[in-house]
């Protein structure tokens, strides 16, 4: 009888697809006939029983995916070596130990369970000079160990995928890295503290309660609870009391004390006073109160922590790795061969090909083969984006549908994306003028507190000197500056995190609170209120003689090579069109001003060639094509509002902050668009003195200007309003000069920013009431001595907490 077996269903031995009946193909592996969909799933088995591993089928708790393609040779391919170069290698790679070993972290794909992992551990281990392997199924990365003389980065990652998995070198952003270790170090003070504080409530049980327990179990309790409280103030409460020393010694430049002096005092006091009860023998030891203070605090921090490192989340996300290595065309256009070349070694002018489901890796311009890409990481739009021949393409966007060719304008530190972050980084460190505003009056209120708690504490100790410890440190616990302190912070924080995911750029920190207080808007037109990009609506005046292909080929002809908008536009509805231009005789010649004229040929403005301007209104423009015989036609453009428009004016009218739209175009022209959008204050033709007139005498009126525009050319609009957002898609984003960058593309996000300031204005009264209130109600039942110290730790500690939850609301607009 032979071993070998028909399979009974046509299922692929290694990834458990389905096999249609033309694709089955059959292999022996240990005796047995298997069946596979795939050339790729036949040899990552045969991979695999070659060396030994053939358990994995055993130990895999569920079907995988189907795996890539496989390598079948035992060459590196060429898509991974340039990972083998010293500039990559060195990117990716450090130092480990004094033997010349390197470490790396790799980013593991389709594992799903732990026989996958424990696959790729066996699998790297059996590797020639690798030292360690170190897979972490939770965060999908793998840290490798190995030795540079005998393997390198790019087998690792070619040995991951002969086993049908997917891998790439992971690099962490540093933000991300010192984000992660203040979460951990927190994280272990807090769980130090509440240790702790278990197990001291549990040794102060029985006085609650009242229990008949012996003098020497009270004693050994007493000092159990020292011991453990010890770690407590050392380690959990260690930050504490450094922040409140740097704030003492900086008393005498800032004449200001930080929330953190009362609770260190607090602490101090309390732990001195129950030491030195448990010594005497008599007295109320403290140790209960001060864990459970300092995990309650803690707590809140942590949440505090949280919600801050959140708003950092949309700089995270533009921090993400771009590419490591590119398609290089080597010959382009004679030739589309490419090589895969680090993205570093990339020039301007250099020609990349970018296939689908890949990561644009640097700033430039389609050149072939129109496409969609997903722009979301940079505008927040969550729609594909048509991407047509001379469009811009931005490093970090994905292209979905077609492959492409690209020619590079800018690479590494030089691309949009790069420039963003280091906005991020400005706009995460700009400090709200309300924050600085609630950071002093919380330095006056800590004053404040110690006052009253060195006063009521005399008192006590006038009438009563056994109580008067207890309510010095109750009043310092119960005060609750956290809150106040944490109260606007923690809401500014979580909201500019959300307006970041939704597409604007804070710059400076007043722009929330300045959208709140905004009377007026006054937006530019071209650009803003439309996209700026005018599409040939129409052409009219047609000469008879003349088709109307023939006189859109011979104007698109005449503005071949041009960059103005209007003559782009020719050129795209000429395209579109499959238009053949003509071959003009005479070189084309740009008269500023006035238009390109070839020679009897012009092509311009109405006024230059003595033709009657179009009645047609809301157009962008007109140009005019003629030769020495008069006018063969007119070409009629007309803009486009930009997405969101409705939406936000509805927004802005609804909170009733008068519109103006204020622009340098004709008057006619801005006329039409505010009556097409319902504005009932416009003013055209006007020169950037005009358009900063305007706003300074809205701003002598004591009106608040809010103003919108697009960049360099509205500098002065921008410079002059109380608060100004730039639509951000064109001109250096830096040289703005405005408060706030709109990278999305939709007006869309400023409707929900709008809404959102409002939200966040709410949210701080509510906090700051809280705070006002509970202060209210806990210091005086302190001073008056009805109020514990281990209860006001805890009514101190949801107090913080109750803030910071509520601010947490605004993480999502």
């Known amino acids: 009888m032979s071993n070998q077996t028909k399979p009974n269903s046509l299922i692929c031995y290694h990834c458990s697809s389905s096999i249609l009946p033309n694709d089955l193909i059959e292999a022996e592996l240990g005796g047995q006939l298997r069946a596979f969909c795939c050339p790729g799933c036949m040899a990552i088995a045969q991979t695999i029983h070659g060396e030994g591993l053939e358990v994995f089928y055993a130990r895999r708790s569920q079907s995988g995916e189907k795996p890539a393609a496989y390598l079948a040779s035992n060459e590196i391919p060429e898509k991974l070596k340039p990972y083998d170069d010293p500039s990559l290698r060195g990117r990716f790679t450090r130092p480990y130990g004094e033997e010349g070993f390197l470490e790396t972290t790799l980013r593991l794909e389709k594992i799903r369970c732990a026989a996958c992992v424990w696959l790729c551990e066996q ?23 190995f030795s540079p003389e005998e393997t390198s980065l790019a087998r690792l990652l070619f040995e991951i995928e002969r086993i049908g998995y997917e891998a790439w070198p992971f690099e962490p952003s540093l933000s991300l890295d010192k984000a992660k270790l203040e979460r951990r170090k927190l994280l272990m003070r807090l769980g130090v503290a509440m240790l702790g504080m278990m197990q001291v409530m549990m040794y102060a049980w029985p006085t609650y309660t009242g229990a008949d327990i012996t003098p020497e179990f009270e004693v050994l309790m007493g000092w159990s609870s020292w011991a453990l409280t010890v770690p407590v103030m050392v380690y959990s409460a260690g930050p504490i009391f450094q922040a409140a020393w740097r704030s003492v010694l900086s008393f005498r430049k800032t004449h200001m004390l930080g929330m953190d002096v009362p609770i260190a005092l607090a602490l101090a006091l309390a732990f001195i006073a129950g030491t030195i009860n448990l010594i005497r023998g008599s007295g109320h030891s403290y140790f209960d109160s001060i864990t459970m203070f300092v995990a309650f605090i803690l707590a809140a921090r942590y949440v505090e922590l949280l919600a801050r490192q959140d708003a950092q989340g949309g700089a995270e996300a533009l921090a993400k790795q771009l590419p490591a290595t590119c398609e290089r065309a080597i010959n382009y256009p004679s030739s589309q061969e490419v090589e895969v070349v680090p993205v570093v070694n990339c020039k301007p002018g250099e020609v990349l090909r970018v296939s689908p489901g890949e990561v644009v890796p640097a700033d430039g311009v389609l050149i072939e083969n129109a496409s969609a890409l997903d722009e979301s990481l940079l505008t927040g739009e969550a729609k594909p984006v048509e991407k047509k021949i001379g469009d811009r393409l931005y490093a970090g966007t994905h292209n979905i549908l077609n492959p492409l060719f690209m020619k590079i304008e800018a690479v590494g530190q030089s691309t949009r994306i790069a420039g963003i972050a280091t906005l991020l980084d400005q706009a995460l460190g700009a400090k709200p003028v309300m924050v600085s505003l609630a950071e002093k009056w919380t330095a006056y209120f800590v004053g404040f507190l110690l006052f009253g708690a060195l006063t009521s504490s005399a008192i006590w100790l006038y009438f009563d000197p056994s109580r008067a410890w207890t309510v010095l440190v109750s009043v310092l616990v119960a005060s609750c500056p956290c809150a106040l302190s944490l109260a606007v912070p923690t809401a ?34 071209t650009g803003t209120l439309t996209m700026g990009q005018p599409e040939l609506q129409e052409i009219i005046n047609l000469r008879s003689g003349y088709r109307r292909e023939e006189a859109l080929a011979l104007a698109a002809a005449l503005e071949f090579g041009q960059r103005h908008p209007l003559a782009l536009s020719l050129m795209r509805a000429a395209e579109a069109e499959k238009l053949s231009l003509p071959v003009l005789s005479e070189p084309v010649i740009n008269l500023l001003g006035r238009g390109l004229s070839s020679g009897s040929y012009r092509l311009g403005s109405a006024l230059w060639l003595g033709v009657e301007k179009g009645a047609q209104l809301g157009q962008y423009g ?32 609804a909170r009733n902050i008068k519109v103006h739209l204020v622009s340098g175009d004709d008057r006619e022209t801005v006329a039409w668009w505010a009556n097409h959008v319902g504005i009932d204050h416009y003013q055209g033709g006007c020169t950037p003195e005009d358009k900063y007139n305007y706003i300074e005498r809205l701003q002598k009126e004591g009106r608040f200007v809010w103003a919108i525009g697009d960049g360099v050319n509205d500098a002065p609009l921008l410079a002059r309003a109380d608060v100004s957002i ?46 006002l209130i509970y202060n209210l109600l806990a210091i005086p039942a302190a001073m008056m001595g009805w109020v514990n110290p281990w209860v006001a730790g805890i009514g101190m500690s949801l107090s913080s907490l109750a803030v910071t939850l509520n601010a947490w609301r605004l993480r999502k607009a």
């Open 123 to 145: 699998h790297l281990r059996r590797l020639a000079g690798v030292k360690d392997v170190q897979i972490n199924y939770v965060t999908q990365k793998v840290i490798v160990h």
């Open 492 to 525: 500014m924080a979580a909201a500019q995190g959300a307006v970041t995911k939704l597409g604007l750029l804070i710059v400076r920190g007043h722009v929330m609170e300045g959208l709140v207080k905004a009377t007026d808007l006054v937006l530019d037109k």
């Open 622 to 653: 007109q140009v005019h094509l003629a030769d020495d015989q008069g006018l063969i036609a007119s070409f009629i453009f007309l803009d486009t509002p930009r997405a969101g428009l409705e939406k936000f004016l509805k927004i802005v009218k």
């Open 726 to 771: 730039a639509v951000g898609a064109g001109a250096p984003l830096a040289a703005a000069g405005a408060d706030a960058i709109l990278t999305a593309s939709s007006l869309d996000s400023l409707a929900r920013t709008l809404l959102l300031a409002d939200k966040t204005q709410t949210i701080i009264k509510e906090n700051l009431m809280w705070a």
